[in-house]
């Protein structure tokens, strides 16, 4: 079998790890027991780009038992929780090619060596793997794909809109029961347990500065603002700058809140967000990080010529000083601080996300043939049936139509 990690005796920690996550994931259990008797993915070779987890070892155990061949790397250089690649290659026989804090080099390396399989179905995160596929011209046949993150679906639609896309993708990340959940509270929730794990700020009192107000930005808005902070939201986008004012959070341009905040987080999906005319108005002790997909949203070599002296602080942080001696932290390098400095999303509300992967993997093999190569929404089927497993797998139950009221919802004719 052939793997590359960090050590393969943390497999120990990583199962037990994985077992935990597996306790928080009823929906991605009940697909795996399926998948286990009907084996809808047998002998389908499967490459997948993803944040290395202990929720990402359980999508992958779900895809070995529905008889696939899974071929794992890491969507992020500094995402990979190394005990769990250790236990999925000692324990679940998966190749896994990803090793935490490794150099661009070895990151696309490690992309180079689950393309070794010839993939018929890609998993990204980010679109890494889809985006070396292409520009390296591989031209082996490829059922589908499916993309996780908000940035890819981005990538993704700009190389089928150029008419360059080869194969059919599907887009995870537009499933309501993935953004509206895993971007809002997955993200919410854990970017302030990578900030407060880095830094042990405390919240309340402080003032939090939220570039962007996506459905990330408005999960860690709220979470920032439940732990007392006073938020301030940064937008260039009128209707969403107009939904953060009337969900009650002041909203200015970046350079005026750049004298007033305490933090700054960066959840946009762009680049150069946070520049230097920014960091010149910063105040002594500003903590700087970044929640969206790749490190280009804070200006680091802006930081750098700023900067007359920079040293490692603390475990995930680094103190630039700038030439009037005013201090400025960045946290985890401008990489995204949930996975980098926290373990990412919790286990329960990727349960939905890596549900909607699996099952949008079985529908590409089914349906793959006779799809276009364009970017696709994950059928509402999927995400509703999602929705309704979740909520079975809380306990919760809720009301039906009756025939009357569906009878009204399907007529135009009916008024009063
Ligand atoms: N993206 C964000 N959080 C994640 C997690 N826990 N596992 C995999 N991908 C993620």
């Known amino acids: 079998m052939n793997y590359e990690i960090k050590d ?3 497999a120990d920690r990583g199962k037990m790890r994985i077992e935990w996550a ?5 929906v991605l259990r009940l697909i795996e027991e399926r998948f286990h008797k009907e084996k809808p993915l047998r002998e389908i070779r499967i490459a997948a780009c993803l944040h290395i987890t202990s929720e990402t070892a359980n999508l992958v155990k779900a895809l070995k038992e529905g008889g696939a061949n899974v071929f794992l790397c890491a969507s992020n250089p500094l995402s990979t929780q190394d005990e769990v690649a250790a236990s999925l290659v000692k324990d679940y026989g998966i190749s896994v090619f990803a090793i935490r ?6 990151y696309y390396e490690h992309i180079h060596s689950v393309l070794k399989i010839e993939p018929q179905i890609t998993m990204d995160d980010g679109a890494d793997l889809v985006s070396t596929i292409h520009s390296e011209k591989r031209d082996f046949p490829i059922i589908g794909g499916t993309e996780e993150t908000t940035t890819g679906v981005i990538r993704l639609r700009s190389m089928a809109n150029e008419g360059v896309l080869r194969y059919p993708i599907i887009a995870v990340n537009d499933a309501n029961t993935k953004h509206l959940f895993d971007n ?4 919410g929730q854990s970017t302030i347990d990578g900030i407060l794990r880095a830094t042990n700020m405390l919240l309340a009192g402080s003032t939090f500065v939220v570039c962007g107000y996506g459905w990330c930005g408005k999960g860690i808005a709220m979470r920032a603002r439940g732990m007392g902070a006073r938020v301030i939201i940064c937008e260039v986008d009128p209707l969403k700058a107009l939904e953060a004012v009337m969900d009650g959070y002041l909203v200015m341009p970046l350079k005026e809140a750049s004298s007033l905040g305490n933090i700054f987080i960066t959840s946009t999906g762009d680049k150069g967000v946070i520049r230097e005319e920014h960091f010149k108005e910063m105040r002594n002790g500003a903590i700087v990080a970044n929640a969206g997909h790749f490190n280009v949203e804070i200006d680091l070599d802006g930081l750098e010529r700023l900067s007359i002296r920079k040293r490692k602080i603390r475990e995930s942080v680094e103190e630039f000083t700038l030439k009037d001696g005013r201090k400025i932290n960045l946290i985890s390098e401008g990489r995204l ?14 349960d939905m996300s890596f549900a909607n992967q699996a099952l949008s993997c079985e529908y590409l093999i089914k349906k793959g043939g006779n799809l276009e190569r364009r970017v696709y929404s994950v059928p509402s089927e999927i995400d509703k049936k999602v929705a309704k497993l979740k909520l079975e797998s809380m306990g919760i139950e809720i009301d039906e139509l009756t025939e009357e009221q569906k009878i009204y919802l399907s007529s135009w004719k009916i008024g009063t």
Request: net charge positive; no cysteine.
């Open 8 to 10: 393969i005796s943390l």
């Open 22 to 26: 597996r306790s928080m994931m009823p």
């Open 184 to 187: 809002r509270y997955g993200t």
């Open 101 to 106: 804090g490794e150099d661009k080099k070895t």
């Open 337 to 350: 601080v949930n996975l980098s400095s926290a373990e990412g999303h919790p286990s329960l509300v990727m």
